[in-house]
């Protein structure tokens, strides 16, 4: 008697989360030095560093504006609470196809910023706000799916706070066991690595070119990922 061979798991086809996540906080190290460096002191994926430069601006510190941050803030709130809705919506769906769909859109998002950047003119109002509008939105989308993703330690691609936090309260140092540290110190690493090369792109190059880079880099994570970590 013959027996059928057991059906692939379709989750596992692909490249696995944690390498995705690593590649994505590369990415938000990208985003954060173009908004920081290129539209004025903002940031559109670390909000964290976001509500403090609101508080600046707020309090009248010179170089900060409080239109650019609040408007970081609202779209970043907006994606996220559209990626909840599509994390909800889906239930208990394919985390695969929940991950893909969600990077294909902030791929696409940050594509249309970066057309934004390379068609308006440098000083203009309508590439500050459309560029701003535009990350914060993939951001907060694709934080809302990150977190419902649960993998240990990258529940977060866009700040490192409570990741440095594991690093050194979970270390051997600290009487931990230290397990989770090499993903931590990568997840940290990333970040830098991202802030480096997006830093060095926009002082050279400007804003179009890191936020192409950015939109290729989510693109092909969307049509690579898989659903296990």
């Given amino acids: 008697m013959t027996t059928e061979p057991r059906a ?25 030095a173009i908004s920081y460096l290129g539209l004025g002191r903002v ?26 941050t609040a408007t970081s ?41 970066a057309t934004v950047a390379h068609l ?27 977190q419902k993703l649960a993998v240990p330690a990258l529940t977060t691609t866009t700040v490192v706070t409570m990741t440095l936090t594991g690093l050194a309260s979970d270390s051997h140092a600290a009487g931990g066991s230290d397990r989770r540290s090499r993903r931590r110190a990568a997840a940290v690493t990333a970040m830098f690595a ?9 002082l050279h190059h400007g804003i179009a070119a890191p936020l ?7 693109g092909v994570l969307a049509l690579l990922a898989s659903g296990r970590e």
């Fill in 73 to 113: 803030l609202a779209f970043f709130l907006a994606g996220a609470t559209t990626g909840g809705r599509i994390v909800r919506g889906t239930g208990a769906g394919s985390r695969r196809v929940r991950t893909r769909v969600t990077l294909g859109a902030e791929a696409v998002l940050l594509a249309a910023a």
């Fill in 194 to 202: 991202g802030a480096v090369l997006g830093a060095a792109l926009v």
């Fill in 120 to 146: 308006t003119a440098e000083d203009g109002r309508l590439r500050v706000y459309a560029v701003i509008a535009l990350t914060a939105f993939a951001m907060g989308l694709r934080n809302a799916t990150v």
């Fill in 8 to 32: 692939k798991d379709p989750e596992a086809r692909g490249v696995r989360l944690t390498p995705v996540l690593l590649v994505l906080t590369v990415v938000s190290g990208l985003i954060d």
């Fill in 212 to 218: 192409l880079l950015a939109a290729v880099m989510s």
């Fill in 43 to 68: 940031f559109t994926a670390n909000m964290t560093g976001n509500v403090v430069v609101l508080g600046f601006a707020a309090a009248g510190a010179p170089g900060f504006s409080v239109r650019h």
